[in-house]
């Protein structure tokens, strides 16, 4: 009986921290991707993302390495780092699935007058130009420019902006969720003894 506990707990604690590995890789991945097609053409969007696709990927592997060797110093670290990214990341989540629409529109006006990159990117996908209004004496990427039939960008990004911190929230809470299983399940493998080892040892 001891024996299936500790084996079972082992292989979900592996599974689990495998799915990190996969969605860290996806999103290094898509960062790359999105670069490399010029969908994105900011650093910092692209350095973000592919930071927190490589942390998932290292806290993964070392909780995957705890789990397969039963490491008791990396089980409890692979806990700790793992209980902060679930206070930070349910947080996020919960923020943005209770942003209004007011909060949205100031949300979105600081991060388009930050970034040059971000607002050419905006214009030539969305084909709009500007934030609040259209002004001609200004360069803009959007096919629609020449012909001065643009509209303000703020309309467009309005109407994606809800649908994208709604389905952010949703994905982030589902894995802020995970992350709670995988501290109860580490917490619980770690306490449990090796049916291998030698039975006076807690290994």
Known sequence: MGAAGFTCSKICLCALNILYVMVSLLLVGIAVWGMWFGLVSSFQVVGGVV???????????????????????????????????????????????????????????????NSQSTQRDVEKSLNC???????????CEAV??????????????????????????????????TEVVGVWLAYHYRNQKDPRANPSAFL
């Not at 934030?131 to 360069?139: A, K, M, P, Y």
């Not at 039939?149 to 309309?155: H, I």
């Not at 994606?160 to 709604?166: K, S």
Request: net charge negative.
């Open 51 to 113: 930071g927190v696709g490589v942390f998932l990927f290292l806290v993964a592997v070392a909780g995957l390495i705890g789990a397969m060797k039963h490491h008791q110093v990396l089980l409890f670290f692979y806990m700790i780092v793992l209980f902060m990214v679930f206070i930070v990341q349910f947080s996020v989540s919960s923020a943005c699935l209770a942003v209004n629409r007011e909060q949205q529109e100031e949300l979105l006006e600081v991060g388009w007058n």
């Open 129 to 139: 130009c500007g934030f609040r209004e259209v002004d001609n004496n200004h360069t």
């Open 144 to 177: 629609c420019f020449p012909n001065h039939a643009c509209v303000p960008c703020a309309e467009k990004i309005q109407e994606h902006a809800g649908e994208a911190l709604r389905f952010a929230g949703g994905i982030g809470l589902f894995f802020s969720f």
